[in-house]
Structures are given as C-alpha cells and as structure tokens.
C-alpha cells in the first residue's frame, strides 16, 4: 500500500504507477501496506492535440475545476474545488463521455488516461468519445478543507465518492463546444475504473443503477477484506520456483529464530540486514515483505524490475541459476541480507536511518501526525481502517507463506490508531474495518449488474479481491462479462501491454466489443 522509492534515474521506469504513501517533505514509513493503485501511463510525447476536424484543442494536462458538493447529505455545507482534465479529440456529435478515476492518488501524472494509450482512449477513439480524468476527493488537490485531519476527513467515504461521481456527470459543463448538453439521458456516459476505482466503478454500478450507459472495471478490488493475506498468492504462484522455494524457507526460517527466545540467533539476523536498530522483531521481518510488494509493478511491458532483481540475487551464483529447488536456506538467507544492505535498503529508505523508515512502533513519527493535504497514503489509510481493510499478511498456517507470518491485522490496526487517534482511541480496543457493511452495500463478489465489464489479470496480487479469485467461479454473462489475460494489475488499461500480450490484448478487444454494443443500445431520455 505504501512506499515512497527514492530513486536513480534507472529504476524508474521498473516502477512506474507505483502508489505511494508519504508525508509532505517525503519522508517514508517501508511497512505500511501498499495500496491497491492504478499505473500511471505516460503521457505521449506528441505535438499539439487536434480534434477529428483538424481544431486545435488544449493541452492533456491542461487542468480544470468542478465545484464539487462537501456533503452530498447536506448540501449547506457549500462545494469545493474538484480537478479534472478532459480532451474532446475524437469526439463526434452523439459519441459517448468516457468518466475514469484514478482513484486513490493525485491525478495530474494520470493525464495519459485520455489518451489511446489506454482503454479509455481506445474506447473514445473508436466510439467518438470524450475522455475525462477525475480527481477522486481527498487526493491532490481535490479536498474540501485545508487538512487531512480526523475532523476534515468526515466527508472522505466512498459513498461520497461514488455520489461525487453523479453529482459530476450530471452538472458539469464540459469545456468543449456543446459541453452543456451532454449529461447523462443527453449522451450515453462510460464509467472506467481500475484498482480500487475499478471497485468503484463496480460499486457505482450498484448504487446509481441508469446512470452509466456502460461501465469497464480493471483488477476491481469488489471485496473487501481484513486479512489480505491472498494478495501474496498470485505472487507466489507465478514468481519463479527456484525463488519462492528458497524464500519459503528464508521466511520459515526467520519466523522460526524471531519466535525462539534465542537472543544470539535474533540478533544475528537483523544484524544480517542492518535491521540492530529495530527493536520489534514484526518490524524487521514485515520489512521484508517489501521485496515481494515490488510483483505489484510489473506489466508485460515493463521487464523485470526490482522483483526479478532480487530473485536473481538469491538465485544465480557464479553465473549459474539455481534449479526449482534453489540453492537451499543457508545460501539464501546470506544472499538475500546482502543484496537488501548492500543494495536494496538505499533504494527502499535513502538516507533515513532504519528506525524511520521501517519501524512502526512511535506514535510521534511524522509519518503518523502529518496532516498535509495530498498526502495519498493517510487518505487511503482512513478508507482502509474503516471499511476496506486489506492487510497484507502472511498467509495461515499449513499454507505456503513468501511473507513472515509474524504480521497480522492487529500490526495493522495499531498504525490506524497512531494514524487516527481521535477517531479511534476512544474505542479501547484496535479499530476493525467494518468491511461486512461494505460488501453488503456494494455487493462484493456477488455483483450482478447490467453493461458491467469486468477484466482481470492471473498474475495480480490484487486477484483475490476481484471476480477471479481462487475458488469463487464466478461465470461471465453477456450482460456482465469477466474476461480474464495472463496481466499483472491493471494490465489491460495500457494499450503497450496489448501489443506485447495476446491474452490482454484478448481481453481489450472483448471489452471494447461489449462496451460499444451497450452504448448502441443507449437512447436519450424523453426527460
């Protein structure tokens, strides 16, 4: 869920789209959970934009603003603020308004999502589209107060957002020539989503019925769920055998000394990752998790990245790549504290001293008191502690773990009452995200709706949120369709990753073929 990389130059591409949580100077804390984020797609590197007819039109990162309700079950309370971009290139009259989110971060870097780069932009292409990019509220600069304190993140739910959506499409004069006559029951309106704004989008589906014409939801994280120990699951099936054996046994292994008692051998293997320093043992070994949160980047366009790096540190010695076996625990565990002290730690925390960036014990940290606006990680944080959980744990016993089993949920509500304690510590016990009363608004897995797309990805860490978890068999029907590539996350909202694997390219096409036969179904209200 978060983590700020301070990067070389180099590593940037591996990690594009990576979400992260920070305070306003940058500071990190590495074991917060990482968030379930949209990649960000580059802008193309083009001349000016022109419309169908040849009309120059503004730039894509050209920003404008919404007033936006604070309170849609009050509007006394005024409007703030909202920022969006927007482009009418392909427009034809008639064509259909294509909404997306970004979702839990700041949207100016997702300015790419109108382009055909992505599947918004193949959508808008192909049916004469407009495409929007909307700020979710609380994320950059979209927020209704000057803080993100306790008491001005009352109006940070997702009903809120999902009614900011309505509220939007159906008072907002796009700039564009016509762009007041083109509301909902004017032009059929798309919603897109990926991540968590795809669960949006699922859940806006459920709670607007009519309002999209049509609707396409990337790796939508629909269910909600405390103990997200599946997210390691996907990761653990596809990641190579050779190194998911031996960080099996890496794990086991320091699970089994950190539970020992025995000083010597504790103290051994934090000194072994530069983790002395550390005065709880779910701290050092949750730290390590972070090599594995690193699958959450990958694309079939983007290479190996930091993950295939780290595997590759444990499993090629001397030129040779170890077998599906491994090398086994003794040459692992050496392998893996080298590679994190002497190459990785400096990429994860830059010069903050290890206490910072991985301890979460001190209320006082920065990364728990900043109250900055746009600050991603804290707003997420407030939607994770009270309705979405997805702690990132490892996985039960008797199951195969690629993280130590020494965190669990409670490790996790703790840092949202550090986060929040106004709101939480009161309670007298940790706070437990109320997620049965989102699945039960929303629908969770078990949403059936009409014009709802859904596209999934085996290879997503988030899978096991979505429609194509393990052992829910979930059909798709023509009316609600689940189309399923061999992707990471969000792999099928990139129009590169297509063209690089045929399996999300199958999917892009199934979906670009179900959204166009839903908006030729849509006429204009009579209203």
């Not at 306003?24 to 590197?45: E, T």
Request: aromatic share 12%.
């Amino acid at each position: 869920m978060a983590l700020l990389w301070k990067l070389a130059s180099v590593l940037v591409v591996a990690l594009a789209g990576v979400a992260d949580a920070k305070t306003a100077d940058g500071r990190v804390n590495a074991n917060i959970q990482r968030r379930p984020s949209v990649p960000i797609v580059p802008l193309p590197d083009v001349g000016p934009v022109t419309s169908r007819n040849g009309t120059q039109l503004p730039p894509y990162n050209t920003t404008y603003y919404f007033d936006q309700l604070i309170d849609h079950t009050n509007p006394s309370l005024g409007t703030f603020k909202q920022r969006y971009w927007t482009t009418y290139e392909w427009y034809e009259t008639g064509g259909p308004i294509i909404l997306f989110t970004p979702g839990e971060a700041n949207a100016q870097p997702y300015s790419g999502y109108l382009t055909n780069r992505t599947i918004n932009g193949q959508i808008a292409q192909e049916l004469g589209g407009v495409t929007i990019v909307l700020e979710h509220r609380y994320y950059g600069l979209s927020n209704p107060y000057g803080d993100l304190s306790v008491k001005s993140l009352k109006y940070h739910t997702i009903q809120q957002a999902i009614d900011d959506l309505e509220y939007f499409a159906k008072n907002v004069d796009l700039p564009m020539p016509g762009g007041d006559a083109v509301k909902p029951g004017q032009a059929p309106w798309i919603l897109v989503g990926g991540s968590y704004s795809g669960a949006l989008t699922s859940f806006t589906m459920v709670n607007k019925p009519n309002l999209f014409q049509a609707a396409y939801a990337s790796s939508a994280v629909v269910e909600s769920i405390i103990d997200y120990w599946g997210y390691f699951q996907p990761i653990l099936e596809w990641m190579p055998k050779n190194c998911s054996t031996d960080v099996q046994a890496v794990i086991a292994h320091i699970d089994s000394v950190f539970t020992s008692g025995n000083k010597k051998e504790i103290d051994s293997i934090k000194a072994l990752f530069n983790m002395s320093a550390l005065t709880h043992l779910d701290d050092a070994a949750g730290a390590l998790r972070n090599n594995l949160w690193d699958w959450q980047s990958l694309s079939p366009s983007s290479g190996g990245g930091l993950f295939f790096e780290f595997c590759d540190a444990l499993e090629v010695k001397n030129g040779v790549s170890a077998g599906p076996n491994g090398w086994g625990l003794e040459h692992a565990l050496q392998a893996w504290g080298s590679y994190w002290t002497n190459t990785y730690y400096s990429i994860l925390c830059g010069d903050e001293d290890v206490v910072t960036c991985l301890g979460t014990y001190d209320p006082t940290q920065e990364e728990w008191t900043d109250i900055s606006v746009d600050n991603a990680g804290r707003s997420w944080m407030w939607i994770v502690c009270n309705e979405v959980g997805f702690f990132q744990e490892g996985a039960p016993k008797g199951h195969p773990t690629i993280v130590t089993r020494l965190v669990q949920p409670p490790y996790d509500e703790r840092q949202c009452t550090y986060m929040f304690p106004e709101a939480f510590a009161h309670l007298g016990h940790l706070p437990v995200p109320n997620v049965d009363a989102t699945n039960k608004a929303y629908h969770g897995w078990f949403v059936q709706e009409n014009h709802l797309f859904f596209a999934n990805g085996h290879r997503d860490p988030w899978r096991e949120a979505t429609l194509a978890a393990d052992g829910t068999h979930f059909r798709s029907t023509p009316g609600q369709p689940l189309a399923i590539s061999d992707g990471f996350h969000c792999s099928d909202l990139s129009t590169t990753n297509g063209q690089v694997d045929s399996t999300v390219l199958a999917v892009q096409k199934q979906g670009l073929q179900a959204i166009a036969g839903w908006v030729a179904e849509w006429k204009p209200s009579k209203h």
